[in-house]
């Protein structure tokens, strides 16, 4: 049983169009995106290299990895045990480790004061793009 009679150009525009729509959709979604989890901070060890944006990481600039979020996603950080905030650019992949949400620069652990437990429970939110 048939419930469209459409013809073959007209379901290349149709599924076009819905495509479109869904990826638009899902971008607002993107935009708004929050969530609570474990973050890690990474530092000397890494410096020097080349993170997935291309650029070079430094440790003392306010900078984060997240697995999905673009690069250039601007992010407020809340650690949730003291309510401090610092706000981070996505220029980086990761964490790898399961569990966490989150891989933070050592200038932005050191904000938050996460440095010496080295892990915290946070809430994120993107609140812009570069």
């Avoid at 901070?41 to 900078?63: L, Q, V």
Wanted: charged share 25%; glycine share 8%.
């Amino acid at each position: 049983m048939r419930y469209f009679h459409l013809r073959e150009e007209q379901r290349i525009v149709l599924v076009t169009v819905l495509a479109v729509l869904f990826a638009y959709a899902a971008m607002e979604i993107h935009d708004r995106y929050s969530t609570t989890g474990i973050a890690s901070w990474y530092g000397k060890r890494f410096m020097g290299r080349a993170t997935a944006s291309g650029e070079i990481f430094d440790p003392e600039k306010m900078t984060a990895a997240h697995r999905r979020l673009s690069m250039g996603s601007i992010v407020r950080v809340t650690e949730l045990k003291n309510a401090r905030q610092v706000t981070v650019r996505i220029n980086d992949r990761g964490p790898y480790i399961p569990g966490r949400i989150i891989d933070l620069s050592r200038a932005a652990a050191r904000q938050l004061g996460i440095l010496e437990r080295g892990l915290a429970w946070v809430r994120i939110e993107v609140i812009g793009k570069e």
